[in-house]
């Protein structure tokens, strides 16, 4: 006969066998069943309506071969490198600045929050209210100094940088929360060795505060550049892509191949170039870290 404790083992280790299936059945209905699906669909033509076709390749081949594509995939990367080291670099200076106890401070770290719970659709249309030429908020500005109006939308020159200034505002509520919480994880006593080793604030923030920052800068790194790359509501809601292809970013060539010209068979190819960019990107990233991320 078992023994009491042995039973209660064994039904403990069953409910420990339900849950763990429970949330593999969980990854397989959420993510791997449709990754399989959407791999299919990639090395099919399917327009939604007919049956898939499939033609192995092809996609990947004609992908290779389109303009559009590469001017698309042109801009993210531009965008990409307008938006992160900048947001980066604000962010982290705005935080160090609100790391302090008084209550003007603490009123301020409200105000730099709204950003992070105001949905992006709302944003933007603010901003596509800054940016109109007539009566924009930004261009009066500029008929109050006398200078000339500059159409920051329909300009292909500027059309993908007026984009990222959106997309700079928008990501610094987030990173200033997450830089804040590092800093105040820093133990006071660093900062107070160091003044009375004679440190400057400089030497303090180049020597103590960076470098106990880098976990964190390496994670803002590795979410901002996912999350730029696939950057779509503004160019949705302000551009559609233009004038032109100038503001095209590879995420809205996938929408329009998906879901205005029905290519889904070829949206989805898209889609699965763009996930081994991000994987790429992200292997290149963690094999860097050591170089330069310190972890006590």
């Known amino acids: ?8 083992r064994s039904i403990q280790g069953l409910y420990f066998f339900l849950f763990i299936l ?3 059945i969980f990854a397989l209905l959420a993510y791997y069943i449709p990754f399989g699906i959407s791999f299919k669909l990639a090395l099919s033509k399917y327009d939604a309506i007919s049956p898939p076709e499939f033609v192995g390749l092809k ?9 559009i594509f590469w001017i698309s995939l042109k801009n993210s990367f531009l965008y990409t490198l307008y938006v992160v080291p900048a947001s980066l670099v604000l962010s982290f200076l705005i935080a160090v600045g609100l790391n302090q106890n008084s209550k003007f401070i603490r ?10 719970v105001t949905s992006s659709v709302a944003i933007n249309f603010v901003w596509l209210w800054f940016f109109n030429p007539e009566y924009g908020l930004l261009n009066t500005v500029l008929g109050l100094l006398s200078l000339k109006k500059i159409y920051w939308l329909t300009d292909p020159r500027i059309a993908l ?21 590092g800093l105040q994880n820093i133990p006071i006593t660093y900062y107070e060795a160091a003044e009375l080793d004679g440190a400057t604030k400089k030497d303090i923030l180049l020597n103590i505060t960076i470098p106990l920052m880098t976990p964190i800068i390496f ?21 559609r892509g233009g004038p032109g292809y100038s503001t095209y970013t590879i995420v809205y060539y996938i929408y329009r191949n998906g879901f ?12 699965w170039i763009l996930y081994f960019i991000l994987l790429i990107l992200t292997i290149i990233q963690f094999r860097f870290q050591r170089r330069w991320v310190y972890y006590e």
């Open 1 to 8: 006969m078992r023994e009491p404790g042995g039973i209660k």
């Open 22 to 24: 429970l949330s593999l």
């Open 59 to 67: 996609n990947f081949k004609k992908i290779l071969q389109d303009k």
């Open 107 to 116: 009123t301020l770290r409200v105000f730099y929050f709204v950003p992070t």
């Open 161 to 181: 940088f007026s984009l990222a200034l959106v997309g700079i505002w928008g990501s610094l509520s987030y990173n200033i929360i997450l830089f804040l919480a």
């Open 219 to 239: 994670f803002i790194l590795i979410m901002q550049i996912i999350s730029t790359v696939q950057m779509f509501e503004s160019v949705f809601i302000m551009t």
């Open 260 to 271: 205005n010209w029905f290519r889904m068979g070829y949206g989805t190819a898209l889609s």
